[in-house]
């Protein structure tokens, strides 16, 4: 009999926490020699989504929670959920029913098929703006361009179907700053895509805005590849022989022909060009020491405040890889 986690981060969803656990189960119930359990990780909500847990919790055996002492986004409390998973698998849902659990039995399918990392990939972005679209388009394109070790699954997120394999795997990494669809990609075993088509929300409206999308790709960037960091090195080696050959040219024009050295204009422009060029590098490597920054600190990537109705006193417990590692059948 194979045991499933389902992972299910939330951040002020009490609008729909209450819808989520009969609309899932309907489905994983038809799914046989499997048995399902579900833990919430309340990221520091702010409405009544822990008193909806809590009560979730109490009514049902095979629902728990882990209630974070704040909010530490998304990343943080999918972790949390992992740490305390105790499945032969788990699945990470969103709480407000955008990922169709009628995709849970193809995962669970495909997972005994022997994949390691059963993905769902959005047929396609609809209902996105064009702005958000393109910044998508714009990000896939230079993490693909750029990351050397892995190549990024484009379109796929968090919801995902993973063997106890790539849970070890992912609870050995334990880096603050978390671009944690790099790290899906990042650990590798093998991947098997299915196409799903996200859905409305079943109540509430989302958090997430431009400002917290950009931060989460700029966190991708900065902590999967140095390519901006050599393009700003190849850059400033262009401009440097660039006016080296204007400077030669300028000087040739003066001995030769005796024409006068090019005035105000030109050289205001060359300068806020350099000038601008100066500030984006120091931005970039700005970004880079940002993120040695918060990793030297060694700080914990979440804090745990209350598990199942008991306040904890305690940071959250070190991965543990002494779990079975015998081979699946």
């Keep these: 009999m194979d045991k499933i986690t389902i992972i299910v981060p939330c951040y002020n969803e009490e609008e729909v926490v209450d819808l989520f656990y009969p609309a899932v189960h309907k489905h994983v119930e038809k799914i046989p020699d499997c048995t399902f359990n579900y833990i ?19 009514a049902h055996d095979e629902i ?3 209630s974070l002492s704040r909010n530490f986004g998304k990343e943080s409390a999918m972790m949390a959920g992992i740490d305390y998973a105790d499945g032969d698998a788990v699945i990470i849902m969103d709480a407000d029913l955008q990922h169709p659990p009628s995709s849970i039995a193809e995962m669970v399918k495909w997972w005994r098929e022997g994949f390691d990392d059963v993905c769902a990939k959005r047929i396609d972005r609809k209902g996105e703006t064009w702005l958000k679209r393109q910044c998508a388009n714009i990000f896939y394109a230079v993490m693909k361009k750029f990351s050397t070790s892995y190549e990024m699954q484009r379109d796929v997120g968090d919801f995902r179907l993973l063997d106890r394999r790539c849970i070890e795997a992912l609870k050995l990494m334990r880096e603050n700053q978390r671009f944690t669809k790099g790290l899906f990609t990042w650990i590798g075993y093998r991947k098997k895509e299915i196409p799903f088509e996200v859905q409305p929300r079943a109540a509430g409206s989302t958090t997430w805005n431009f400002a917290a999308l950009f931060n989460l790709a700029m966190n991708g960037m900065t902590s999967f590849t140095t390519a901006p960091l050599r ?6 080696i262009t401009v440097s022989f660039g006016a080296m050959v204007y400077m030669f040219f300028v000087l040739t024009m003066a001995l030769l022909y005796g024409d006068p050295v090019a005035g105000y204009p030109t050289l205001l422009t060359v300068m806020l060009f350099l000038g601008g060029m100066q500030m984006l590098a120091l931005g970039i490597i700005g970004e880079y020491l940002g993120q040695i920054f918060y990793e030297s600190k060694h700080r914990p990537i979440y804090l745990v405040d209350e598990i199942d109705g008991k306040r904890m006193i305690y940071a959250p417990r070190p991965p543990s890889t002494e779990r079975n590692t015998s081979p699946r059948n």
């Design 40 to 58: 919430f990780v309340n990221d520091g909500s702010r409405d009544g989504t822990l008193d909806k847990l809590r009560q979730l919790s109490a």
């Design 231 to 236: 393009m700003m090195t190849f850059l400033g």
């Design 64 to 66: 728990s929670y882990v």
